[in-house]
C-alpha cells in the first residue's frame, strides 16, 4: 500500500522482500544446523554399537549419508582391504539383524538398507544404553 501512495516508490516493497528472503535464510540455517545435529547424533550411537565391528559401522555410516547405499561383498572387500569371506559375514550378519535387505542380479548378490533400518538402530541403541 506505501507503494501506490509514495509516488510509486518502491522502497518500501523491496525492503519487505528483502526481510522476507531473510527470514527464509535464517529459518533454512537453522534447519540444516538441527539436521547437522541429529546426523551427528546418529553416527555417533551407530559407532557405540557394540555388536557391530568397525567395518559394519563403517557400512551403516555410508548407509546414511547415501540414500541410494548398495553393497555387494566385493564392494564391502574393497573398502576395507578384507577377504571376500569376512566381507559375505559382515553382510549377512546386518541382514540377520534386520538392517539390510538383499536380492540376487546374475552371480552377484546385493545388499541395501531396510526401509525402517534406522529405527532398528535406534532401538538396538536402547537396548544397549539400558
Known amino acids: 500500500r506505501k507503494v501506490e501512495t509514495d509516488s510509486c516508490d518502491l522502497t518500501y ?14 529459518e533454512a540455517h537453522a534447519y540444516l544446523a538441527r539436521k547437522r545435529a541429529e546426523h551427528r547424533s546418529f553416527v555417533s550411537r551407530v559407532k557405540r554399537l557394540a555388536d557391530f565391528n568397525y567395518r559394519q559401522q563403517a557400512l ?5 549419508n547415501r540414500k541410494d547405499a548398495e553393497f555387494t ?20 550378519a546386518l541382514e540377520e539383524a ?9 552371480k552377484t548378490r546385493h545388499w541395501e538398507p531396510q526401509s525402517d533400518w534406522k ?9 544397549q544404553a539400558r
Open 73 to 92: 561383498v566385493k564392494s564391502h572387500a574393497n573398502s576395507h582391504g578384507v577377504t571376500p569371506q569376512t566381507a559375505r559375514t559382515d553382510l549377512i
Open 13 to 26: 516493497f523491496l525492503s519487505f522482500q528483502f526481510e522476507r528472503v531473510k527470514q527464509t535464510l535464517e
Open 98 to 106: 534386520g538392517l539390510l535387505r538383499s536380492w540376487v542380479d546374475g
Open 119 to 127: 529405527d532398528k538402530l535406534r532401538e538396538q541403541s536402547r537396548r
Open 60 to 64: 551403516l555410516v555410508r548407509a546414511l
